[in-house]
């Protein structure tokens, strides 16, 4: 069903016309400036005078907008009347976070460094988590673990011995191949690995006809119907998994998905293939957004790549692939 948007009134006396005429945005920005200045009027200074005479240090910048993302989201909470929706979605992330601190501390650093992959082979998976669900008192799944394993690196000492079960059920996990297969749509057991980029698809030889000829695996192919994307994409958990993957690079004033990866001598570093890595196109503040999406500021994430690409949602896709590969050649 059609909306009639004429109908739907913004807060402060303000209509959805207001937000394609001059005169209503320049409100909206007044609004916003006052919203600022009465939570924080140190903060409402700051963007005035950034406005006024631009900001030269990148890392300014960068702190300037981190700050007002928060304030951002609260405005828009208000204005559009969506404020409890906003905090549902900041509080559902944010119960997704022991996912990401189990995933860092316990099984990337401990539990794949205890064991080999011969050692997490012989591994008896099933009996593993049998015994975890025993000790957890419920049905494993990967938040479950991630919550009772790092309720239990509280007092190591006292835990000790489930988390020598919950170590080496990790391990099984992320290193044999029925633990990879156990978990492969989840994140928690799923570890970066370093690529080789003369082969990034998977392929066999096969006979067409005759004719040698390579194909891929059947249980890789993808069929494009129309112009859907050929992959499902993934969902809140799969986002901020790659969020949290990110290291966050802008403070160390290196911004190597938004400005590419640099040689010494000043030159752009370039991929296996000859390719320069120049980083975003667009020089959207890639380290930026994910940081906030990581806080759970979903709406001050988008805001912050929309000061450098207003167009964020017809380009993602692709850009942000390219976006991707600086980062995987920058962490290998």
């Given at each position: 069903?059609?909306?009639?948007?004429?109908?739907?009134?913004?807060a402060?006396?303000?209509?959805?016309?207001?937000?394609?005429?001059?005169e209503?945005?320049?409100?909206?920005?007044?609004?916003?400036?006052d919203?600022?200045?009465?939570?924080d009027?140190?903060?409402?200074e700051?963007?005035?005078?950034?406005?006024?005479?631009?900001?030269?240090?990148?890392?300014?910048?960068?702190?300037?907008?981190?700050?007002?993302?928060?304030?951002?989201?609260?405005?828009?909470?208000?204005?559009?009347a969506i404020?409890?929706?906003?905090?549902?979605?900041?509080?559902?992330?944010?119960?997704?976070?022991p996912?990401?601190?189990?995933k860092?501390?316990?099984?990337?650093?401990?539990?794949v460094?205890?064991?080999?992959?011969?050692?997490a082979?012989?591994?008896?998976?099933?009996?593993?988590?049998?015994?975890?669900e025993?000790?957890?008192?419920?049905?494993?799944?990967?938040?479950?673990?991630a919550?009772?394993?790092?309720?239990?690196?509280?007092?190591?000492t006292?835990?000790?011995?489930?988390?020598?079960?919950?170590e080496?059920?990790?391990?099984?996990?992320?290193l044999?191949?029925?633990?990879?297969?156990?978990?492969?749509?989840?994140?928690?057991?799923?570890?970066?690995?370093?690529?080789d980029?003369?082969?990034?698809i998977?392929?066999?030889?096969a006979?067409?006809?005759?004719?040698?000829?390579?194909?891929?695996?059947?249980?890789?192919?993808?069929?494009?119907?129309?112009?859907?994307?050929?992959?499902?994409?993934?969902?809140?958990?799969?986002?901020l998994?790659?969020?949290?993957?990110?290291?966050?690079?802008?403070?160390?004033?290196?911004?190597s998905?938004?400005?590419?990866?640099?040689?010494?001598s000043?030159?752009?570093?370039?991929?296996a293939?000859?390719?320069?890595l120049?980083?975003?196109?667009?020089e959207?503040?890639?380290?930026?957004?994910n940081?906030?999406?990581?806080?759970?500021?979903?709406?001050?994430?988008?805001?912050?790549?929309?000061?450098?690409?207003?167009?964020?949602?017809?380009?993602?896709?692709?850009?942000?692939?390219d976006?991707?590969?600086?980062?995987?050649?920058?962490?290998?």
């Open positions: 069903m059609e909306t009639d948007t004429a109908a739907l009134a913004l402060h006396g303000l209509s959805f016309a207001d937000l394609y005429a001059r209503g945005l320049e409100r909206i920005d007044a609004l916003f400036l919203h600022v200045r009465a939570a009027s140190s903060l409402a700051r963007l005035v005078a950034a406005r006024a005479n631009g900001i030269e240090d990148p890392l300014a910048e960068s702190e300037l907008l981190l700050a007002l993302a928060p304030h951002l989201e609260d405005f828009l909470g208000e204005l559009f404020g409890k929706e906003i905090r549902a979605l900041s509080q559902m992330q944010n119960s997704l976070a996912l990401f601190a189990c860092r501390l316990f099984v990337q650093r401990q539990a460094k205890s064991y080999g992959v011969a050692q082979d012989s591994f008896d998976g099933d009996a593993l988590r049998s015994t975890l025993k000790l957890f008192g419920e049905k494993l799944d990967e938040l479950t673990f919550r009772h394993v790092m309720a239990w690196r509280e007092d190591e006292a835990n000790a011995e489930p988390l020598a079960v919950a080496k059920y990790a391990a099984w996990s992320v044999s191949t029925k633990g990879r297969a156990r978990h492969k749509h989840g994140v928690l057991f799923k570890l970066p690995r370093k690529l980029p003369v082969t990034l998977p392929f066999e030889a006979a067409v006809e005759g004719v040698a000829a390579l194909r891929l695996p059947e249980d890789k192919l993808r069929r494009r119907e129309g112009f859907a994307l050929t992959d499902p994409g993934t969902d809140v958990t799969g986002a998994d790659s969020a949290h993957y990110c290291i966050f690079c802008h403070g160390q004033g290196k911004d998905c938004s400005k590419g990866l640099h040689e010494k000043g030159g752009f570093k370039k991929s293939f000859g390719i320069p120049i980083g975003c196109p667009l959207e503040k890639i380290s930026e957004m940081l906030l999406a990581s806080e759970g500021h979903t709406l001050g994430a988008l805001a912050t790549a929309i000061v450098d690409n207003p167009m964020v949602a017809g380009t993602g896709h692709r850009i942000c692939n976006c991707m590969k600086s980062c995987i050649y920058q962490k290998q």
